[in-house]
């Protein structure tokens, strides 16, 4: 039990009141898959992995105790050793790796649910702390602003080095290596993570890209190594299992200035993504964590109308702006981020307007099962999935 639960995490709530019949809450098919309800568990960052980027057993606990979600998006996992940013995050290059996931996506499954893998490049957003001294890699070599999360703490981040061209089709490889690792740990399919100024953003945005080769310039040849990394992914997993998170409006990390032309860009790309058949489009909606406001020109309805999959909402939703949301037809899913550190059995509680439990930010990230795998459902109890076999 975390040291300092919020204070209504498991009170009786007298003023709860039935959800239980919102379309928000029913059973839906995207694809070839049916979601037991359209919320959908935000990739949630937790820093619990050892140094060589192995998930700790009591992740199955955590993973399991969510598994009401109609679909889970692991925490960004990193495609490659060169992929790291952050102290303590998970891999799928190692075959390590994949065997501590494994039973990850079991107790996820045994408690009948679906779970895909979020596949991560953080670029320039790292430190070369964490390449043993060598530098960061990135489109072009231009610094963010802030701090990298080292194992020795925070640390300013530095002048990435821009990859040279002949090396952009390695990382395409190593997506897609990432893919099949995934698929050899149980995973229901994965999500490339373009958002939050990772990699792939960063060759998305002008602002971060100032190539002049065939991965720069012009808004196709910006694009063009994102949508051979979704290729590559595809080609193991078909486009029905491969979704795509994207943030069109996020400046953070790294203080990452927008798109210069931000709906020319991201529409050429949702229209690429569709056309390529992706089973879901995962939108964050202005600046994640911050804001849903967002610049007069950016019209997140206008890239939803774009694409031919399903569409999944983020940032700052309740249960109430998604039913909002879906009844005006703008979005099909809808995930939530905070929401679920300190509610695991969050989709419950939603159906009976339980209240919800706030996880302190101390527990966001690093340390052990604490604050992560034992906060209590409703009914007061911590599930242990291991016991479950
Ligand atoms: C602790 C924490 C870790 C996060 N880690 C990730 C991540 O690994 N990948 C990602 O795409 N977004 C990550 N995010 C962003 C969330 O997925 C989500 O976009 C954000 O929390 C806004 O949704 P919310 O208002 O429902 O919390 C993280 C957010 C938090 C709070």
């Known amino acids: 039990m975390p040291n300092s639960p919020a204070p209504n995490s498991s009170a009786p709530n007298a003023s709860a009141s039935d959800s239980s019949a919102s379309p928000v809450l029913q059973p839906v098919t995207i694809g070839d898959l049916t979601l037991a309800n359209r919320i959908v568990m935000a990739p949630l960052t937790r820093s619990r992995s050892d140094e060589q980027g192995v998930p700790p057993a009591f992740a199955a606990d955590y993973y399991g105790q969510r598994a009401d979600a109609g679909l889970i998006i692991t925490e960004a996992t990193n495609i490659s050793a060169q992929a790291r ?19 990850i996506v079991d107790a996820v499954h045994r408690r009948g649910g679906l779970i895909f893998l979020q596949l991560w490049h953080t670029g320039r957003i790292s430190h ?11 489109p072009s070599a231009i610094k963010a602003e802030g701090q990298a999360f080292t194992n020795d703490g925070m640390k300013d981040f530095v002048t990435p080095r821009a990859l040279e061209t002949d090396e952009i089709p390695a ?5 897609r290596r990432a893919a099949t690792q995934a698929k050899a740990a149980g995973f229901d399919g994965v999500e490339v993570h ?9 060759f998305i945005r002008d602002s971060t890209n100032q190539r002049t080769d065939r991965y720069g310039g012009s808004i196709e040849n910006r694009l063009r190594f994102p949508l051979d990394a979704v290729r590559a ?19 953070e990390p790294g203080k990452t200035p927008l798109d210069g032309s931000v709906m020319q860009t991201y529409g050429a790309f949702v229209d690429a993504l569709s056309a390529i058949g992706l089973l879901y489009v995962h939108d964050i909606e202005g600046v994640t964590q911050q804001t849903r406001d967002v610049p007069d020109d950016v019209d997140f309805h206008a890239l939803r109308k774009r694409f031919s999959g399903a569409y999944i909402a983020n940032n700052q939703y309740t249960l109430d702006l998604a039913e909002k949301t879906l009844a005006e037809g703008d979005a099909d899913l809808f995930s939530f981020g905070r929401p679920f550190l300190a509610n695991p059995d969050l989709v419950a509680r939603l159906r009976t307007g ?22 209590p459902g409703m009914d007061g109890q911590i599930v242990v999935t291991g016991d479950e076999r």
Do not use: C, F
Not at 96 to 102: G, L, T, Y
Not at 233 to 251: E, F, K, L, M, N
């Open 128 to 138: 070369p702390d964490l390449h043993d001294g060598a530098l960061p890699v990135a």
């Open 171 to 175: 990382i395409v490889e190593d997506y």
């Open 194 to 202: 373009a958002a939050n100024n990772y990699l792939l953003e960063q």
């Open 233 to 251: 992914v595809v080609d193991v997993w078909g486009p029905g299992r491969v979704g795509i998170r994207i943030s069109p409006a996020t400046t």
């Open 354 to 375: 339980a209240p919800l439990a706030e996880a302190p930010k101390q527990y966001w990230y690093g340390g052990g099962a604490v604050g992560y795998s034992d906060w």
């Open 85 to 103: 940013g952050y102290a303590m995050t998970p891999g799928i290059w190692s075959d390590a790796q994949v065997a501590a996931w494994r039973p």
